[in-house]
């Protein structure tokens, strides 16, 4: 039991308390232990975000070429954290997310409507070749929208080390393990 208990804690940074409650409810079954602990951080991790983050790091990544170059902005509650190497990993994969997805903003709400309305003449044309009726071109429109805000959002991009889960899944399994609230302030991206 104790073996378990150390795997499980390494794997997730759960409390030895938490996994051992996990563990009971899972009536000893690993897998269904880390589920219960991570579905428990998710929840956690949404009750932290609306705490204030002051405190963080500026994380930079240069692609091998050169030719494309990027700072982010990551921020959390407390220095402690701030200075911690799993929180810094953390900026430097944001910032390699960044590099090689190229988003235009942090969350899909963020997307500018100049970049969708560029796009939405492109599929106004296509609805109208296809001669699609009003009604059903409107949704088809909204859900392109929405994918392209999803697709073009640094949040809600998969993760590209963890195709599995989008960038603000991983960062919510980091708040969850820190016990912080971490969130991207802002980001600059430079390509020649």
Known sequence: M??????IRSATGAG??????ALEEANGNEK?????????GLEKAGKKGSREAK??????????????AVLV???CETDFVARNDEFKELANDLAMQIAAMSPKSISPEDVSQLFIDE???DWMKEAEDEKKPEDIT??????????LRNESALLTQDFIKDQDNTVEEMIKSKIAKMGENIKVEE??????
Do not use: C, M, P
Request: hydrophobic content about 40%; cysteine-free; glycine content about 6%.
């Open 2 to 7: 104790l073996e378990l208990i150390k795997k």
């Open 55 to 68: 405190e963080g790091v500026i994380a930079s990544y240069v692609h091998t070429d050169g030719k494309v």
């Open 32 to 40: 269904d232990a880390v589920d219960i602990l991570r579905r428990r």
């Open 16 to 21: 030895i308390i938490d996994i051992k409650k």
């Open 138 to 147: 409107k949704k088809i429109i909204k859900g392109k929208e929405q994918k």
């Open 187 to 192: 980001f600059v991206r430079l390509e020649l």
């Open 119 to 121: 796009h939405k003449k």
């Open 73 to 75: 902005k990551v921020l």
